[in-house]
């Protein structure tokens, strides 16, 4: 993989004017996975455009056509997937890299685990330390044989090996910790088993799934208890092909809306971004900071509420951020912690356990860079307590480790362009995962980048 392969690509920012202009980001990673997984599914064409053209994504679809689905990119950009039907998936030849994508891993391991076919998941260094337990636990309930690596702390990891069981057993299982990607790897493992699959989540996680399930014909439904949300799905389903538009991916939004933030004098608009609900925290915090974002022409586009962010430079006062709001912005945690480093007073952040295992421990990396940066901060075992720089420049002049994480990379590049002297990224090819023209845009809204 890109990552992985080849010398470093250092990229450096500092402080050089505001930023301006009208950007649109690339198509929701989410959505985009969903999209192919479920079109392969289908009996049919499905067409998609919008689609993230990023290694994870990529690395989607290299699976799916592994087994068995037929998948083409027009010049235009419009995806086309000819499924093979729920219970057609074919016995892959060699094993499936994923490379950096843990939403690709988790999810293809609950289409296998109802399939009578076997697979093994590879990744790269970083994909192969995080953990694989909390997926294999539900799909083991459901027949799924599957063996995986012993990783540090006890962890299971990659690489693992899957043999799914067909019939597989319906389950009703209640999520031990909000995670959207064990929920829809439990749902998706669902289509191909008898009877009725529920998934119980305590904490409402982003949604994707079951919009896009109930779209492509699902017998799904979902009910709001004072236990949570209950959602049941009939399994050996049918799925019908679909047209389906990507939205801009409210997590790769969120570096331009910071950026704009922070710098002095910035005044831009970023178009065609999801607002889902499930996926909107970050908006929700920063505008309780006191940030300037204002939703402009909103709208449903296949079936996900969708607007074009209006974002002006804003005086940032640290706040307690809600830990119960965790879910709706997981990602998005890193580029808030920069948004705190540039912030008026102290921003507290708690509830983060899912960040220790995300691509890299995004908690301690980003606590280490912030503070070679010249920024005050307590690292907790849940989270991070971020002394702001009161809307003064910050320091910067370190050089900081990303750890192989593309969201810490680019989390870095935007601090810089609030920076006296100027902040590098030691490797800024991770950032191909999710946001190829991540530079390119940085640059487009008048950032001067040296790398």
């Not at 949604?207 to 109930?214: F, G, N, V, W």
């Not at 704009?260 to 609900?277: M, Q, Y």
């Not at 969708?306 to 640290?318: F, N, P």
């Not at 910050?394 to 990303?402: F, K, L, N, R």
Request: negative net charge; proline residues 7%; glycine residues 12%.
């Amino acid at each position: 993989m890109t990552n992985s392969i080849g010398p470093a690509q250092p990229l450096s920012l500092c402080a050089a004017g505001p930023l301006s202009g009208d950007v649109t980001v690339p198509g929701d990673k989410s959505i985009s996975h969903r999209a192919i997984m479920l079109g392969a599914l289908a009996v049919g064409e499905t067409r998609i455009t919008g689609l993230l053209e990023g290694e994870d994504v990529l690395a989607t679809a290299d699976a799916m056509r592994a087994m068995g689905a037929r998948i083409s990119r027009s010049v235009a950009g419009e995806w086309r997937v000819a499924g093979v039907g729920v219970g057609g998936l074919l016995q892959p030849t060699t094993a499936l890299d994923m490379g950096n994508s843990g939403t690709s891993t988790r999810l293809l391991m609950g289409l296998i685990a109802s399939h009578p076919i076997t697979a093994t998941f590879i990744g790269d260094a970083s994909l192969s330390g995080r953990p694989m337990g909390r997926v294999i636990t539900p799909l083991a309930l459901m027949g799924a044989s599957i063996t995986a690596a012993p990783g540090p702390n006890g962890r299971q990891t990659l690489p693992l090996t899957i043999t799914g069981l067909c019939p597989a057993v319906a389950l009703n299982y209640t999520l031990p910790v909000a995670s959207a990607q064990v929920k829809s790897a439990v749902l998706l493992a669902g289509l191909n088993t008898p009877g009725e699959t529920t998934v119980i989540e305590p904490i409402a996680t982003r949604d994707h799934s079951e919009r896009m399930l109930a779209g492509f014909g699902a017998d799904l439904s979902v009910e709001t208890t004072a236990a949570g949300r209950i959602i049941t799905l009939r399994g050996e389903a049918e799925l019908q092909p679909q047209d389906i538009i990507v939205p801009g991916d409210p997590s790769s939004a969120a570096f331009p809306m910071v950026a704009a933030l922070i710098v002095p004098g910035s005044d831009i608009i970023i178009r065609n971004v999801g607002i889902n609900p499930t996926r909107a925290g970050l908006i929700r915090v920063l505008q309780a900071m006191g940030g300037s974002i204002v939703l402009l022409n909103e709208r449903s586009v296949g079936g996900e509420p969708v607007a074009d962010l209006h974002v002006r430079h804003s005086a940032l006062t640290g706040i307690d951020v809600p830990p119960d709001g965790a879910p709706s912005m997981i990602d998005e945690y890193p580029i808030l912690f920069v948004a705190a480093a540039c912030a008026s007073g102290t921003t507290t952040m708690r509830g983060l356990d899912e960040l220790r295992v995300k691509e890299s421990d995004r908690i301690a990396v980003m606590a280490h860079g912030l503070a070679a940066c010249g920024i005050a901060c307590e690292e907790l075992p849940d989270g991070l307590i971020v002394h702001g720089s009161g809307g003064d420049l910050i320091p910067g002049g370190a050089t900081v480790a990303a750890q192989l994480d593309h969201r810490i990379a680019m989390s870095f590049a935007v601090l810089g362009l609030n920076a006296r002297r100027p902040v590098t990224v030691d490797d800024a090819r991770p950032i191909a995962t999710s946001f190829p023209g991540f530079v390119p845009m940085l640059r487009q809204l008048g950032a001067t980048i040296r790398n």
